[in-house]
Nanobody, 122 residues
Framework: QVQLVESGGGLVQPGGSLRLSCAASGSIFSIAAMGWYRQAPGKQRELVATITSGGTTNYADSEKGRFTISRDNAKNTVYLQMNSLKPEDTAVYYC????????????????WGQGTQVTVSS
């Protein structure tokens, strides 16, 4: 009922930048929080950053100071600006949304995007 579509991934050299976007669509009543997670080969999925509808942000220590998460509530879209990228940032990045659908009964939903590949390599 709610779908997330990520974009902006790709290949970038160490020290470069990428901007990821994720748009939520469907019968959405509200979204309390959106975030980015990533999963590298051989590792479990980990949190990158989250942002609430009120603008409260949370970052993982590994990327704090390099990444910036932002949100356009009107468009149900979340962004991740990634600067000073390192090879260890290479992973599939997944968008997440936690909210309530418009029907039935404003039921809570948690949705994930299909992921976008980010590769940092020279």
């Amino acid at each position: 009922q709610v779908q997330l579509v990520e974009s902006g991934g790709g290949l970038v050299q160490p020290g470069g930048s990428l901007r990821l976007s994720c748009a939520a669509s469907g019968s959405i009543f509200s979204i309390a929080a959106m975030g980015w997670y990533r999963q590298a080969p051989g590792k479990q999925r980990e949190l990158v950053a989250t942002i609430t509808s009120g603008g409260t942000t949370n970052y993982a220590d590994s990327e704090k100071g390099r990444f910036t998460i932002s949100r356009d509530n009107a468009k149900n879209t979340v962004y991740l600006q990634m600067n000073s990228l390192k090879p260890e940032d290479t992973a599939v990045y997944y968008c997440n949304a936690d909210g309530r659908i418009a029907s039935p009964f404003q039921r809570r939903f948690i949705s994930w995007g299909q992921g976008t590949q980010v590769t940092v390599s020279s």
